[in-house]
């Protein structure tokens, strides 16, 4: 059993929701809100994917590990931002087109169950550049790690309190479309290439990295204790590239961590505003 000050707020704040959609990405901060959901609500609590080509195929499999572990209902939902050419052009609010998308995929089966709708954003998401949570605050759309003032340590705590020590150990992995510049547009084709060379760094023994997609040029980022393991597998790496379709296959020589924080670091009079107050959510009825 596990008890913590963290876990017991989350059961509470679930427990006078009633009933609850989570919105299970295959990320540490949606899994432990699922799992924690269903240890509140049971049957009352229900996680839903949105499955789109910038969903990797690697995510899916994590989201179907912690289904069958924790014992939630699943329902995946398609949705169609890559229709959209808001989306596809891909300026610094895709995010918040795609959430979009998403929550309107989600919004039926939240009203059918009488449920909220509840996202994995917390604290430490705050101060960056994160459309997506101006699209959860303008839907309704609740937070109850921000709103009981949860971060990233609490979240991988949870879970390793949860005994899903494989999930809290899981690096940050943002969807597909976020390895495509800012400015060039979402193909799913592009999307599907980098999945598969990321696919095959994984088999190379690669954990925390990501592949960006520039045209005839693939980018690796990866975290300065893995430059030697690139090199040492060069060779390979660059057929991989090679095979699919780059004509130059480049080492970031900035950290991935530092690389992060870089970008992290974009700021928005938007993002204060999220901060300043916990989600007003509504439940749908």
């Not at 707020?9 to 959609?21: H, I, K, P, Q, Y």
Request: charged share 25%; proline share 3%; with cysteine.
């Amino acid at each position: 059993m596990v008890n913590s000050q963290a876990h017991d707020a989350l059961m509470t704040w679930f427990r006078e929701a009633s009933s609850a959609v989570v919105l299970l990405s295959g990320g540490v901060d949606s899994g432990v809100l699922a799992a924690i959901a269903y240890e509140a609500l049971g049957s009352q609590a229900v996680a839903v994917t949105g499955v789109s080509a910038s969903l990797a195929e690697s995510e899916r499999q994590d989201i179907i590990r912690l289904v069958r572990t924790t014992g939630v209902s699943h329902i995946e939902v398609v949705t169609h931002e890559g229709d959209d050419p808001a989306y596809v052009r891909n300026d610094q609010m895709r995010c918040y087109v795609c959430k979009q998308h998403l929550f309107r995929a989600a919004a039926p089966i939240a009203q059918e169950r009488h449920a909220v709708l509840v996202v994995g954003s917390h604290v430490d998401d705050l101060g960056d550049w994160r459309p997506g949570m101006l699209a959860a605050e303008h839907a309704g759309v609740r937070s109850p790690y921000l709103e009981l003032g949860l971060g990233k340590d609490a979240i991988r705590t949870l879970a390793r309190e949860l005994g899903l020590d494989w999930l809290a150990e899981k690096p940050a992995a943002a969807c597909l479309a976020s390895r495509i510049p800012q400015g060039s547009p979402v193909r799913a084709p592009a999307l599907r290439v980098v999945e598969r060379f990321e696919q095959e760094l994984r088999g190379l023994g690669f954990r925390d990295f990501r592949v960006r997609h520039h045209g005839r040029i693939a980018r690796l980022e990866v975290s300065r204790r893995d430059f030697s393991k690139v090199a040492a597998n060069a060779e390979q790496i660059t057929a991989i590239g090679s095979q699919l379709g780059f004509e130059f296959t480049t080492l970031d020589l900035v950290d991935l961590e530092r690389r992060r924080a870089s970008r992290g670091s974009r700021r928005s009079e938007v993002v204060g505003w999220l901060g300043s107050r916990p989600s007003s959510g509504t439940r749908a009825s």
